[in-house]
């Protein structure tokens, strides 16, 4: 995790979420994290609609020139990024995995920049597939950014965190040789993804 918004989100997370998989949307309190409200967002667990965005802080819809409320998320993806990222959406809900995404933002101009995501899992009246808390934010802040729309990301890396501590197990005396790893690691799109601790 390399945005402060990211590390910030991260651990409020886990504080309220206690000895649960996830913390219930209602135990979110905004003043807890208004350092960083402008970074957060809220999406809605519907593949359907691309996980659209319920909620969004002002310096999320400042990245993309607009507010973001009804936009999927999804939708700012192509190809086998999309794909990637789909993949990382239905192991946050379906494991309560938290995923760290690291994107470059794209501009029309042909302007970039390097951005980290942040996507956490939340209950809903008791329901696990119903939304997502996230965060997006730049790793260093160009002086276009809020005037130059990004309107599209490209994948860069991809972790995904257990932090119940769910692990496979994996017991070797020796280092594992490079084959052997495919048979532990579970594919999401393009990545093959380890399950770890933090």
């Known amino acids: 995790m390399k945005a402060p918004a990211t590390k910030e989100l991260f651990g ?8 649960r998989a996830a913390p219930e949307r209602s135990d ?22 691309g996980f659209p965005f319920r909620l969004s802080g002002t310096r999320v819809c400042a990245i993309t020139g607009h507010e973001m409320k009804g936009e999927g998320l999804l939708d700012y993806w192509t190809g086998a990024d999309r794909a990637t990222v789909l ?7 379906d494991d309560a995995a ?14 970039r920049v390097d951005l980290e995501l942040a996507l956490l899992p939340l209950r809903h009246r008791g329901r696990t ?9 730049p790793i260093e ?14 994948l860069t890396s991809l972790r995904m965190v257990w932090p119940s501590g769910r692990r496979r197990p994996m017991e070797t005396a020796d280092p ?4 052997a790893l495919a048979s532990v690691g579970r594919r999401i ?9 933090r």
């Open 141 to 154: 802040t160009p002086y276009w950014l809020g005037s130059c729309p990004v309107t599209r990301f490209e």
């Open 28 to 49: 979110v309190d905004p003043g807890a994290i208004r350092g960083i409200l402008g970074d957060t967002f809220i999406l809605e667990a519907n593949v359907v609609a």
């Open 189 to 197: 799109g393009r990545f093959l993804v380890f399950d770890g601790g």
């Open 98 to 111: 938290v995923a760290v995404i690291g994107a470059q933002g794209l501009t029309e101009l042909g302007r």
């Open 87 to 93: 993949g990382a959406l239905s192991t946050v809900s």
């Open 176 to 179: 594992p040789k490079p084959h």
């Open 129 to 137: 597939h119903a939304r997502l808390l996230g965060s997006i934010a």
């Open 12 to 19: 409020y997370w886990n504080r309220i979420r206690g000895d």
